[in-house]
């Protein structure tokens, strides 16, 4: 079984600053992480994953995420925020071997002027 | 290349009607998913599709949910006896590969379900 846990369901935040949305998972078997995000009225798209390699991974708009295998988690990171990445943010985990994703409930990030 | 498109964008109906939402993934992409999106709420899984292979129907909620796969391309989602609690966001996916190799999946815009 594998669950994800997305800590924060809404994060504000000023433009420019640094932001970091918060993943934790769990699973008995090695897994694959994924962040996507939901832009208004749209569907889901890949921000990045972790499959293997490097625990840090850079994905497209700035972001890059840490994968912490001794504290399960996998948080997103952002070192300046623009107006446009007001979101939803998705985490996702499949464990080895699996075909349906486990997504957390999303986080809302909102970045004011 | 074209993405995932569903049809329609919005659909509103009235409670006890029957309603089918449809799913055009990328060409190519043998894996195929149903989610529902409800506010507030993270992805619910629906059912999955895979080739030629039987789908996995475990995340339906109900038997007036079923879905089926022509020609392992385009995708039907049918809802029967809509109850005003079916009123969500329904998303569909496809990828190359199993999330569990690793894969990317890519999905479509959805479809805004209103129930009055």
């Known amino acids: 079984a594998q669950s994800v846990t997305q800590l924060d369901s809404q994060v504000p935040v000023f433009e420019e600053a640094p932001v970091e949305l918060r993943c934790n998972y769990s699973?008995?078997?090695?897994?694959?992480l994924f962040w996507y995000v939901q832009y208004p009225n749209q569907g889901l798209q890949l921000l990045l994953k972790y499959l293997s390699g490097s625990t840090l991974v850079k994905g497209i708009n700035g972001f890059e995420a840490e994968f912490n295998k001794s504290q399960t988690s996998f948080h997103l990171r952002k070192p300046s925020v623009h107006i446009s990445d007001t979101a939803e943010y998705f985490c996702?985990?499949?464990?080895?071997?699996?075909?349906?994703?486990?997504f957390g409930r999303g986080t809302s990030l909102i970045v004011h002027p | 290349g074209a993405g995932v498109s569903q049809s329609p964008s919005n659909k509103v109906t009235e409670k006890g009607k029957d309603v089918e939402l449809r799913c055009d993934p990328i060409s190519g992409h043998t894996a195929l998913y149903w989610y529902r999106q409800s506010l507030g709420q993270g992805l619910e899984f629906l059912i999955y599709f895979q080739g030629n292979s039987a789908p996995d129907k475990s995340g339906l909620p109900s038997d007036r949910f079923s879905a089926e796969r022509t020609g392992g391309s385009v995708s039907t989602l049918t809802i029967q006896r809509t109850q005003q609690e079916d009123s969500a966001v329904y998303l569909c996916?496809?990828?190359?590969?199993?999330?569990?190799?690793?894969?990317?999946?890519?999905f479509g815009p959805g479809t805004r379900l209103l129930v009055l």
């Open positions: 996702a985990v499949s464990g080895e071997g699996s075909y349906i994703p486990t």
């Open positions: 996916a496809s990828s190359q590969r199993l999330a569990g190799q690793g894969g990317t999946q890519y």
């Open positions: 699973s008995s078997v090695s897994v694959y």
